[in-house]
Structure formats: C-alpha cells, structure tokens
Nanobody, 119 residues
C-alpha cells in the first residue's frame, strides 16, 4: 500500500509563509487526485486544495489567491505553498490521494502535519 508522508508544518507569524510537502512511497496514478485537507480543533476536516492529473486545480474559497498547490508526477509529490497566512489557517493539514484502482475507489491519507499561525 502506498503511504503518504507530509513535512513542512510549523509555527509562523500571521502574514508569513509555509510550504507543505507530501511524498508518496510508491507511484500515484496520474489520473488520481492529490491534495490537502485540514482539520482545526472542534471542526470537521475540510478541503484546502486538490490537483488532478497534469494540473487541474481546485481551491477552497478561503485560500484562493493565497495558497498554491503543485504536483510532480515523476516524483509522486504534492506541495502546498501557503502565503499571507492567517490565524484561521491554524489546523492539522493532511495529504490525500484518491482515485480508482480498477473498480475500487481508493483513498489514502498522510499522518498530518500541524500548522500554527500566531499574531
């Protein structure tokens, strides 16, 4: 089973930037979506950004214009560049990959990385 490992979380002052990276231990099929979700304390996990195939992206309204998702299909990695961070961006960020293996829908999650934005 392919595993996803995130890195790059941490503490940052409001207005600052962080880059999250996620590396898959094996090949993630190009048609699969890869992306980032986040979960703040007491809240449900929510989509942050996804990227499909060779570059079709989708962003949550709350991060549009501030976050950029990118994917390297050759290296099986996905990154999230986060700029102009706000305290409300504080959450555990999870890497995700999902798609079909034959007729079976598969969803993979990383262990999560904490992002804390302070003022």
């Amino acid at each position: 089973q392919v595993q996803l490992v995130e890195s790059g979380g941490g503490l940052v002052q409001a207005g600052g930037s962080l880059t999250l990276s996620c590396a898959a231990s094996g090949s993630v099929p190009i048609p699969w979506a890869m992306g980032w979700y986040r979960q703040a304390p007491g809240k449900q996990r929510e989509l942050v950004a996804t990227i499909v195939g060779r570059g079709s992206t989708n962003y949550a309204d709350s991060v549009k214009g501030r976050f950029t998702i990118s994917r390297d299909n050759a290296k099986n990695t996905v990154c999230l560049q986060m700029n102009s961070l706000k305290p409300e961006d504080t959450a555990v960020y999870y890497c995700n990959a999902e798609g079909y293996s034959g007729f079976l829908r598969t969803q993979l999650w990383g262990q999560g990385t904490q992002v804390t934005v302070w003022t």
